[in-house]
């Protein structure tokens, strides 16, 4: 039903920054969980920030451990988009990145992580940190 669209992946040198994007058509994102995970290969797609309606015009942020205070993500609703702003890039941060979106409106941190969570998925960007 929903089509979700990444942009803004490409090759950088340690250090560096990229801003991801992600469109989606079909259905609004609404105060539905937004989330970006990555994969590497020979690895399981992995959890990497999300955001979630608290109330009011309030969302909150979520970060795994490795990209916290590196990583920003941000929704604009309106439009029907979710960015990730990377900053500080390091060689592990190299994967596919793709953004997801979730049909569970009360969905807690502890259950982000969980694949089964997350509805639908864009077809990934490639983002490559190396010298």
């Known amino acids: 039903q929903v089509q979700l669209v990444e942009s803004g992946g490409g090759s950088v040198q340690p250090g560096g920054s990229l801003s991801l994007s992600c469109a989606a058509s079909?259905?609004?994102?609404?105060?539905?969980?937004v989330g970006w995970f990555r994969q590497v290969p020979g690895k399981e797609r992995e959890f990497v920030a999300a955001?979630?309606?608290?109330?009011?015009?309030?969302?909150?942020?979520h970060y795994t451990t490795s990209v916290k205070g590196r990583f920003t993500i941000s929704r604009d609703n309106a439009a029907n988009t979710v960015s990730l702003q990377m900053n500080s890039l390091n060689p592990e941060d190299t994967a596919v990145y793709y953004c997801?979106?979730?049909?569970?409106?009360?969905?807690?941190?502890?259950?982000?992580?969980?694949?089964?969570?997350?509805?639908?998925w864009g077809q990934g960007t490639q983002v490559t940190v190396s010298s």
């Open positions: 079909g259905r609004a994102f609404d105060n539905y969980p």
């Open positions: 955001t979630r309606w608290i109330g009011g015009m309030a969302f909150s942020k």
């Open positions: 997801a979106l979730s049909s569970i409106r009360g969905l807690i941190v502890g259950q982000m992580w969980n694949l089964r969570n997350w509805d639908s």
